[in-house]
């Protein structure tokens, strides 16, 4: 196919692409300012990109987070519109993993990746301002990244990996002060090689887990999604590093997906087994105890896509908390789910995408009482790329019951 025929095609899909959301927005009756679709492409990568992690800038603009044939870091900045001012792969940070943590005045965020060579992990700042990438520190101990997120006190907690030989992985789990120093560590046992199981995730070449972190509470603590004696397990942890309870998956085909923290000991939970995908609203766990997510009273998802992405978090829509349930059904559409935080009830439902593939990556909620919804989407039927859907507060105030 010559260039000029190409070029029509890709203008062609993208147009049809608009086409299919602008229909979708307009029963809303909302401006091009406060939704808009976009895919983000980029000649010069020849392989595949995947979604990571999204969060809007003091501008109106966003900054995104991905990866470029396969694991290599990719950096999109974008304008309040959602076209891109600067994008870029930086191959020598591979292996980049959310949560993206945001300054207070949202003029930079930080992230961890791995060095191509040693696979240590670097601590890496994007300056919206500019668009630089700084080394922040390196943590040569941290080898073979799974998750990071942001803590209150200006730290992070982060999982990786613990390699001692070949056949003898384990998981590590570090918290690290606002200084970027660590202040403790804890390592889990498989009891038996799991290394093809981390390489495979790490190189984008097997299965992909859910590892998950995350701060809870200060009672509470923290949560890992880990690999622990023979099976996925979400393990709690307290501020000083202490080991408490834990939920237990299903060997490696099942276990968490997703949390919410509501009070206490309750939570709304997204899980998986086997083929299956859970939503369990308003689950009583003990962080204290041992529990199976088996045991929990959950509802099946059936149109869910069981080892897709799922992201779960409380919003404000219209001045009403709801949690939003998002995630890929198996028909490559995205599907957003709310729910009443203080009865578990479901909402309403959204979904977004029609005819061509899509898969979520992450969502942030806008300036404007909307929703950022990061995913990737294939085009041609050759490379995977990132797309933003731009939502506005009454596109998604079906999932609030209005």
Known sequence: MSDRKKKYSWWMVTGVLALLFSCDIKKNEVSPSESYFRIFDNNKIGGNLYPIDIQQNADGGFTILGSANLWDTYIIQTDAFGKITFDSVYAQYVNPVGDLAQSADRSSCTFFAMDRISRGTYLLKINAAGFKLDTVNFFPQLSFLLHSSPTPDGGYIVESSAIRSDDDIRILVAKLSSQHQVEWD???????????????????????????????????????????????????????????????GYQYQGGVSAIQHYSENTFTLAGFTLEKSYILPMQNVDANATQSLSSLPARELFDVDSRAEV???????????????????????????GYDPTTGNFIGQKYIGSGFGYELGNFVTTNDGGLAVLAKTNIAGRYDRLCLFKLSQSDIKVLSGN
């Open 311 to 337: 992201v779960m978090k409380s919003i404000q829509i219209g001045g009403k908390s709801i949690v939003i349930y998002g995630s890929t059904t198996k028909n490559k559409r995205i599907i957003l789910q």
């Open 186 to 248: 804890n390592e889990y046992d498989a009891l038996e090689n799991i290394s093809d199981k981390i390489y495979g995730h790490v190189y984008r070449r097997g299965v992909r887990y859910p590892f998950k972190t995350g701060f809870i509470s200060n009672s509470l603590g923290y949560y890992v999604n880990i690999f622990k004696e023979y099976r996925l397990t979400t393990q709690f942890i307290d501020l000083a590093g202490n080991d408490k309870g834990q939920l237990d």
